[in-house]
């Protein structure tokens, strides 16, 4: 049978809320009893509703790519120029990675471990495709600038990566350093330092 609109909108919210309790106290740390609480569900409503934890778990890892092939990917695919198109993909990035409500992408950097079997296959799939696709568009940018260097174009997409995921860890959005100057600092480090390109 189909989710309906209502049943998809309550499984997004309790992705949201499990998301949070899961960076908070781990997802060992973290019981089905505290998730139902937050939520406003019985322990009996929450498991019709999700079937186990580690369900639970895939559904917050699948939300945060949605989330991701949404705000960063579906944007930035007809970007012609693949240096603008990789600048818009890491400023997009990172504007994901610091708003405080998208618990579900720090979920998916800190927990994969904990996901096993088919369902870790499958987020790992998703992930797999993001990094080909800026793996791809940093192949464009190094062939476009001519260049040569001695960095792979998947070392480069990786360093990008490490360098944005990492953020969660330390980024504070009342911080000195704003929104706009990090995203500038970090292209500019990016293709200036990776990339040789201005």
């Known amino acids: 049978?189909?989710?309906?609109?209502?049943?998809?909108?309550?499984?997004?919210?309790?992705c949201r809320i499990a998301a949070r309790i899961f960076y908070e106290k781990g997802f060992d740390g973290?019981?089905?009893?505290?998730?139902a609480k937050a939520v406003g569900l019985t322990k009996a409503g929450l498991y019709h509703h999700i079937g186990s934890k580690d369900r639970l778990l895939s559904e917050?890892?699948?939300?945060?790519?949605?989330?991701?092939?949404?705000?960063?990917l579906q944007r930035v695919r007809a970007i012609a120029d693949p240096r603008e198109r990789l600048r818009q993909t890491i400023t997009g990035h990172i504007d994901l990675i610091v708003r405080a409500r998208d618990w579900e992408l720090t979920v998916i950097l800190h927990e994969n471990r904990s996901l096993k079997g088919a369902l870790r296959?499958?987020?790992?799939?998703?992930?797999?495709?993001?990094?080909?696709?800026?793996?791809?568009?940093?192949?464009?940018?190094?062939?476009?600038?001519?260049?040569?260097?001695?960095?792979?174009?998947?070392?480069?997409?990786f360093a990008a990566l490490g360098m944005v995921n990492w953020l969660y860890?330390?980024?504070?959005?009342?911080?000195?350093?704003?929104?706009?100057?990090?995203?500038?600092?970090?292209?500019?480090?990016f293709f200036r330092g990776l990339l040789g390109a201005p």
């Open 1 to 14: 049978m189909a989710e309906t609109p209502d049943a998809h909108e309550k499984l997004r919210e309790i």
């Open 30 to 35: 973290a019981s089905m009893q505290d998730i």
């Open 60 to 72: 917050i890892m699948n939300y945060g790519m949605d989330i991701l092939e949404e705000t960063v």
């Open 121 to 157: 296959k499958r987020i790992n799939a998703r992930k797999r495709a993001y990094i080909h696709f800026l793996e791809e568009t940093v192949r464009q940018v190094m062939q476009q600038s001519g260049r040569e260097t001695i960095i792979s174009p998947r070392l480069a997409a």
């Open 169 to 189: 860890q330390w980024y504070h959005v009342d911080g000195p350093i704003k929104q706009p100057e990090l995203a500038q600092a970090y292209t500019e480090f």
